[in-house]
Nanobody, 121 residues
Framework: HVQLVESGGGQVQTGGSLRLSCVRS????????VGWFRQRPGKAREGVAS???????SYANSVKGRFTISQNNGKNTVYLQMNSLKTVDTAMYYC????????????????WGQGTQVTVS
């Protein structure tokens, strides 16, 4: 239904910053959620941050105060500004969208990007 493409990943030193982008194409419901998830090696996928169609934002406790999610005026791009990066932030980062309320459960999201790798060392 909706197509998502992430970009902005890379390798960064501990304490550094990266800005991820998630560009959406295709139609989406008036009520939607775009979330950032990550999967660390050998660990389950976890929700990082989300923003919905009315601008409501949610963060995982592990990234509060360090990460900022936002969207552009046209709401076709969602960003994840990641500051004060730690080695535990190393993961494949995905954006996902659903035509419904936000959820911390990735299985609730029907559209996924291809992922962008973030490596902190």
């Amino acid at each position: 239904h909706v197509q998502l493409v992430e970009s902005g990943g890379g390798q960064v030193q501990t304490g550094g910053s990266l800005r991820l982008s998630c560009v959406r194409s295709g139609a989406i419901s008036n009520n939607y959620c775009v979330g950032w998830f990550r999967q660390r090696p050998g660990k389950a996928r976890e929700g990082v941050a989300s923003i919905d169609s009315d601008g409501t934002i949610s963060y995982a406790n592990s990234v509060k105060g360090r990460f900022t999610i936002s969207q552009n005026n046209g709401k076709n791009t969602v960003y994840l500004q990641m500051n004060s990066l730690k080695t535990v932030d190393t993961a494949m980062y995905y954006c996902a969208a659903r035509a419904d309320w936000c959820s911390r459960n990735g299985a609730d999201f029907g559209s996924w990007g291809q992922g962008t790798q973030v490596t902190v060392s």
